[in-house]
């Protein structure tokens, strides 16, 4: 099967387990082994699944079923097959991908981890992207903070730009790491804001 549809019927399989508060090991583990070897074993989707994974709790199969849609509209824009420079350029791409964090703020039934989390994959793989275009030497670690420190050194971003990519660091690793408390429709609400201004400006 096409990895595009089978990943639609995955999305859609996740949401009925959901739904029907059943939880299925087999389903979360097959997402995760897709987007793994879809994505590579260190891309920003593979590693969101992970912390997940790690995290467990209520919701899991939702937000897996969230992560992997995120992926299936990042790949049917065509981001999936192109190198990072030509990903940053695509800001139209990046765009669509962040409305479907929109939708999932807008949903009141959604728990507010799924967009942050997805949203933080996002704006990791738009960072990455700058970090190719600047022709930045690609650091050991990867990550937001760690790649807003490396363009802050060689001044790709600003000061603000930087506190802006901590405090948004800092909020989605608070979501995937289950800490939900710290979490709130406002922040995530500014924080989502917050990308899709960065990402015009730095797309030109």
Partial sequence: MEPIAWAKGEVDRLRQLEDANQWNPGHVAATMEFLRRQTGPQ??????AEQMIQAGGIGLTGSMAD??????????????????????ARVEASTDLME????????????????IVLAGAALEEFLRSMIEREAI????TRGIPTYARELRTTDAISEQDHKDLTAWAA????????????????AARIM??????FMRQKAT
């Fill in 100 to 115: 479907q964090v929109q939708r999932l703020i807008d949903d009141g039934t959604v728990h507010l981890a799924a967009p």
């Fill in 192 to 197: 989502v804001a917050g990308i899709n201004l």
């Fill in 43 to 48: 891309s920003a989707f593979t590693r969101q």
């Fill in 171 to 186: 909020l989605h690793s608070a979501a995937t790491q289950g800490r939900f408390d710290v979490l709130s429709p406002e």
């Fill in 67 to 88: 992560l992997l849609q995120g992926y299936v509209e990042f790949a049917q824009a065509g981001m999936a097959q192109e190198s990072p420079f030509e990903v940053r």
């Fill in 137 to 140: 030497a690609p650091p050991t």
